[in-house]
């Protein structure tokens, strides 16, 4: 059932060229520029109307959902607030008619989502699912919805259901920004072109597998690790964090790479890995000076970059080479070698990878 690998982790990171492609099946055909989500028909009229977006997701569903955020804002212009859903659902929330609401979750069994939904439908918003499970209860909930269609994902870390979740919501930015006329036509099908590459992009990622072995080999007995990026990366920081802290158990933090002045900058020695998105973006100069801010303290830089990278690779300890993808998708690309990163570093200290103490693999509980 693990189809020769040794975890289901490992499997289903390895799995998102095809949950990738299999999530954008039918949906999109970048040649005849269509795309079409069938959950979001009936509902097109009140999201291209919204006068706000707002996400609500818990762990990796909710650093989905951050991605989503600059995706919305920069092609669609409707503002995004990024809500967990915990805090969503005690707070009171000012919302109503005019709110269109996204709710992710991979299980679509999450109790603190789930809540957050009925809140929000109390208050008449709208509310579309995006989630994995079929027929769970978070897409009976919800108005509409779009599937991932990742198929079951078994490990308790989530690795392709974030890819795939991406996925949808890159589509939902794409179609909306094209229908309010905010993203003109020649940008929408060369974005629709480069969403379509984008699997094969993730099988170039999986590639680096064995270079980052070896950097697993060198890092895995630390006790702290950061994890920086900026713009669309720096979602895929947190996720990176998130994912070494929940099966290697060692203490990792996600910060956009500018805050780092602000506070964590204080925590780096010789001893401190930081691991760095460092891909050809419009944010790129200003990771590289993040970089060099490190180095400068003696820091341990681990950076992931784009194919042919020079600058990075002059200053790092270590890089990671994925092929170039336009800004907007490099997260589904990006957080590859940070998934096979964790998941070495986990294996070598002999932790129970698709188990990992005191996790579940949905929280119904709140
Ligand atoms: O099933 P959901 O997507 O609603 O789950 C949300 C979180 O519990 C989940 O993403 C959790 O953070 C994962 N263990 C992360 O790998």
Same mark, same amino acid.
């Given at each position: 059932?693990?189809?020769?690998?040794?975890?289901?982790?490992?499997?289903? !990171? $390895?799995?998102?060229?095809?949950?990738?492609?299999?999530?954008?099946?039918?949906?999109?055909? %970048?040649?005849?520029?269509?795309?079409?989500?069938?959950?979001?028909?009936? $509902?097109?009229?009140?999201?291209?109307?919204?006068?706000?977006?707002?996400?609500?997701?818990?762990?990796?569903?909710?650093?989905?959902?951050?991605?989503?955020?600059?995706?919305?804002? /920069?092609?669609?212009?409707?503002?995004?607030?990024?809500?967990?859903?915990?805090?969503?659902?005690?707070?009171?929330?000012?919302?109503? /008619?005019?709110?269109?609401?996204?709710?992710?979750?991979?299980?679509?069994?999450?109790?603190?989502?789930?809540?957050?939904?009925?809140?929000?439908?109390?208050?008449?918003?709208? !509310?579309?699912?995006?989630?994995?499970?079929?027929?769970?209860?978070?897409?009976?909930?919800?108005?509409?919805?779009?599937?991932?269609?990742?198929?079951?994902?078994?490990?308790?870390?989530?690795?392709?259901?974030?890819?795939?979740?991406?996925?949808?919501?890159?589509?939902?930015?794409?179609?909306?920004?094209?229908?309010?006329?905010?993203?003109?036509?020649?940008? $929408?099908?060369?974005?629709?072109?480069?969403?379509?590459?984008?699997?094969?992009?993730?099988?170039?990622?999986?590639?680096?597998?064995?270079?980052?072995?070896?950097?697993?080999?060198?890092?895995?007995?630390?006790?702290?690790?950061?994890?920086?990026?900026?713009?669309?990366?720096?979602?895929? %920081?947190?996720?990176?964090?998130?994912?070494?802290?929940?099966?290697?158990?060692?203490?990792?933090?996600?910060?956009?790479?500018?805050?780092?002045?602000?506070?964590?900058?204080?925590?780096?020695?010789?001893?401190?890995?930081?691991?760095?998105?460092?891909?050809?973006?419009?944010?790129?100069?200003?990771?590289?000076?993040?970089?060099?801010?490190?180095?400068?303290?003696?820091?341990?830089?681990?950076?992931?970059?784009? /194919?042919?990278?020079?600058?990075?690779?002059?200053?790092?300890?270590?890089?990671?080479?994925?092929?170039?993808?336009?800004?907007?998708?490099?997260?589904?690309?990006?957080?590859?070698?940070?998934?096979?990163?964790?998941?070495?570093?986990?294996?070598?200290?002999?932790?129970?990878?698709?188990?990992?103490?005191?996790? %579940?693999?949905?929280?119904?509980?709140?």
């Amino acid at each position: 059932e693990k189809g020769g690998y040794d975890h289901f982790m490992l499997k289903e !990171i $390895y799995e998102q060229p095809k949950s990738i492609a299999d999530c954008l099946r039918g949906r999109l055909d %970048a040649k005849s520029g269509r795309l079409v989500l069938g959950g979001l028909r009936d $509902y097109m009229n009140k999201f291209q109307n919204a006068e706000r977006i707002i996400i609500t997701a818990c762990g990796t569903s909710w650093h989905a959902g951050l991605v989503a955020e600059y995706l919305f804002e /920069e092609f669609a212009r409707i503002p995004v607030e990024v809500e967990y859903a915990s805090e969503f659902r005690y707070r009171n929330p000012v919302i109503g /008619e005019k709110d269109f609401v996204i709710a992710i979750s991979q299980s679509g069994e999450t109790a603190d989502t789930l809540a957050a939904i009925e809140l929000a439908k109390s208050k008449g918003a709208t !509310i579309f699912g995006v989630c994995n499970v079929v027929g769970s209860s978070i897409p009976r909930a919800t108005h509409a919805g779009s599937y991932t269609h990742a198929g079951p994902e078994i490990g308790v870390a989530s690795t392709k259901a974030f890819t795939a979740q991406i996925s949808v919501l890159a589509m939902m930015a794409l179609k909306l920004g094209y229908q309010r006329g905010t993203l003109p036509e020649n940008r $929408y099908v060369q974005l629709l072109h480069e969403l379509e590459a984008i699997p094969g992009k993730v099988e170039q990622a999986l590639k680096t597998n064995d270079a980052i072995k070896y950097i697993a080999e060198e890092y895995k007995d630390v006790r702290n690790a950061l994890y920086l990026g900026r713009g669309y990366n720096f979602p895929v %920081a947190l996720e990176g964090a998130l994912k070494l802290k929940e099966i290697s158990y060692i203490h990792a933090e996600g910060y956009p790479a500018a805050e780092m002045k602000h506070g964590p900058i204080a925590l780096i020695d010789e001893e401190m890995p930081v691991f760095f998105i460092a891909t050809k973006d419009s944010s790129y100069e200003k990771v590289v000076s993040n970089i060099q801010e490190v180095k400068a303290r003696k820091g341990k830089v681990i950076a992931v970059v784009t /194919e042919g990278d020079t600058q990075v690779k002059a200053i790092a300890d270590h890089v990671i080479e994925i092929p170039e993808t336009h800004e907007a998708f490099a997260p589904l690309v990006a957080v590859v070698p940070l998934q096979l990163l964790s998941y070495h570093i986990a294996v070598m200290r002999g932790c129970n990878v698709d188990q990992p103490r005191n996790l %579940a693999k949905s929280v119904t509980v709140e």
